[in-house]
């Protein structure tokens, strides 16, 4: 294997397609509970934070002008975030000196990111942020136009780490969940050791239970204690994004969500009871799996022991 093209600190955010996004926001803050930060009504998406990054999701219509045609709701692309630009930058120019291809690069005004597709076809972003408190750019109503960026060309890279450092998490008080920050993405793989490379390659992930010969495998970025699972086809699986990982404030907290989430006539998919991880599993308005978790005994060294029907969402 040769050395990783990037070296990732953790997963950033989580973009769905979805088909109605303001129904979505209504979910993703009633239900989910995160607040949305800021909402594009030009590109028919609204992003949302609870002050972990500049959006933890991005909700972008099916009939938004950035959908290919016939887009169906689920997977539009998932975020990893680099230590700052420079080391963005010299990422990007590895890559294509090792012949390496990008979709395209784009300037977010408070990120700066590269895009690409996993083997499988995923849309794949690593980005870095370019300013320290993203609020001041990222906030209510934005229309405007991305400027034009080439990574070491357009503008000086820039050294500084800036990504969010102190901040408080917010609340929605009344939500059905607490979500805290969303913290990895779980996809089922068409081809499971062409992905397993991937991942390892470009992004640089790091592998905390699993290997290239097992059913599932658990990554993490440099700061990270899970960040991308990928799962082996198996069962009737489709291939394809399986759920988002969102971590809760406590597990009594996630307790309390259970009833309210009865109460709300929400149904749980699945509950996984380990003495690793409390899972609760529900699904969005557009059938989008999503996994609460608190952790208890965590990190998991190993998968023994986990019955083979949970792991997809243990991890």
Partial sequence: MTAPLFSVRRLGHANLFVSDYMRAKDFYVNVVGFEEAYRQPDNRASFISNGNTYHDFGLTDVTSKYAPPNQAPGLNHFAFEMENEVELVAGYQRALSSGFKFKATLDHDCARALYSSDPDGNEVEIYADVVRDWRAIKTGIIIK???KWVPGVTIEPEAESL???????????????????????ALVADDYEAMFDFYLRVPGLHVATGGRQADITLF??????GDFTLIRQQNGMKPGLHHVGIETFS????????KSAGEAGIAIERIVDHPS???????????????????????????????????????
């Fill in 220 to 225: 993490r970025g440099n700061i990270g204690i």
């Fill in 251 to 258: 597990e009594a907290e996630l307790r309390q969500s259970l």
């Fill in 163 to 185: 990504y969010p450092g102190d901040f408080e998490y917010r609340r929605v008080p009344d939500a059905v969940f607490h979500a805290k920050r969303t913290t990895h993405v």
């Fill in 145 to 147: 136009e991305k400027p």
């Fill in 277 to 315: 991880r409390y899972a609760v599993t529900i699904k969005d308005p557009d059938g989008i799996q999503l996994q609460f978790y608190a952790n208890r005994d965590w990190p998991l060294d190993s998968l023994s022991g986990v019955d083979a029907a949970d792991r997809p969402y243990l991890l």
